[in-house]
């Protein structure tokens, strides 16, 4: 029997870095993997492969929307979904490699096959071939991820009715496609089609996209999205799904009450939310009991059995990979007898579109809700130098700061790379820094991140270049 330091269920970013980190503490660690391939949802039917479609449909559509022929580039561009396909299938395949060359440079037994626990201490895999290894371990971390929430009423065959890793491999581009959450997966998602050719309508339960964004640079980010074709039905649910072998059928009601309609697609991406993955891990071993939503509570990574620990999508706060990473860190540091922290309030999220979306910290929405007297700094790209000459003007940035000592509470932004430039106000906020702060620091001319200095100097009224 196999003796361990530390065995982690599951390959994702929570799990691949929490073992790079481990072994790097000199921790005698194991990580099982049952996919197949490390890199998890994300490296491998998640942020990855999404981004590398996200760039490829972002050059097609400026090769055959005008953006080229406006900068005097001349071309016939012609689709090779295939080869985009390929393109993205190698990107990941090097990737993954990539993370199990860190598992051996950091010594780290890499062992594929599905984990489950099995009392206090054991960590039993299971082989494609059926055949069963026991891992002995003095503490466990459970990394397993999450998977797409379905939704009810609606058959997910990846044929027609696709999740998220559906479509990141549709066979043909859509005549039309309609998207089931307005959701950072949806967007995406819905994004990657609407530019190869795609109609796109995007049904949502709510009143708003983007749930939890700061409802200002939502609203405005829709009314891009418009522009750019796509089309809205909000306030609306879908009560069934019906597919045949060349379209879906989907009555949608609204949900306020009133008369049900059809609308019909090529294809159906539901993309409604992700939920924790526990099946078959064995919880009941430990006497773990997630709560109703499938969530593993945490006491600083800890769970309610001593030994086992959780960290990423498959416990509280957003399903967000960096956040999976740090958490990961973090536990591997507790495990190892040293200091390890996360700081919940500076995590960034970003929705890779074109504006793309960026936010960290509190809303306004937060800030009046919990009666924080708070100052605005805006600065529009129509503005930014490099943003008009690169001809990207829509969107802005927006920063929040504390009334009476200017720190920094919050930044939400939707214009080009701002997922890029948000970092910039974390390391500030992780300092405790001041609107004021960003302000006077020299930022490069001609640059997009002079956006973020413009609206730190908006706070306390000095924007110089609107």
Known sequence: MAQYDVVIIGGGPGGYNGAIRAGQLGLKTAIVEGRGKLGGTCLNVGCMPSKALLHASELYEAATGGEFAKLGIEVKPKLNLVQMMAQKAESVEALTKGVEFLMKKNKVDYIKGWGRIDGPGKVVVKAEDGSETVLETKNIVIATGSEPTPLPGVTIDNKRVVDSTGALSLPEVPKSLIVIGAGVIGLELGSVWKRLGAEVTVVEFLDRILPGTDTEVANAFQKILAKQGFKFKLGAKVTSATASAKQVELTVEPVAGGAAETLQADYVLVAIGRRPFTEGLG???????????????????????????????????????????????????????????????????????????????????????????YKVGKFPFLANSRAKINHETDGFVKVLADAKTDRILGAHAVGPNVGDMIAEICVAMEFGGSSEDVARTCHPHPTRSEAFRQAAMGVEGWTMQA
């Not at 509570?297 to 498959?314: C, E, L, Q, R």
């Not at 416990?315 to 536990?331: F, I, N, R, Y």
């Open 283 to 373: 919880l009941e071993s430990v006497g773990i009991v997630p709560d109703k939503r499938g969530v593993i509570a945490n006491d600083h990574f800890k769970t309610t059995a001593p030994g086992v620990w959780v960290v990423g999508d498959v416990t509280s706060g957003p399903m967000l990979a960096h956040k999976a990473e740090d958490e990961a860190v973090a536990c591997m540091e507790l495990i190892a007898g040293k200091a390890g922290h996360v700081n919940y309030g500076i995590i960034p999220g970003v929705i890779y579109t074109s504006p793309e979306v960026a936010t960290v910290g509190q809303t306004e929405d937060d800030l009046k809700a919990a009666g924080v007297a």
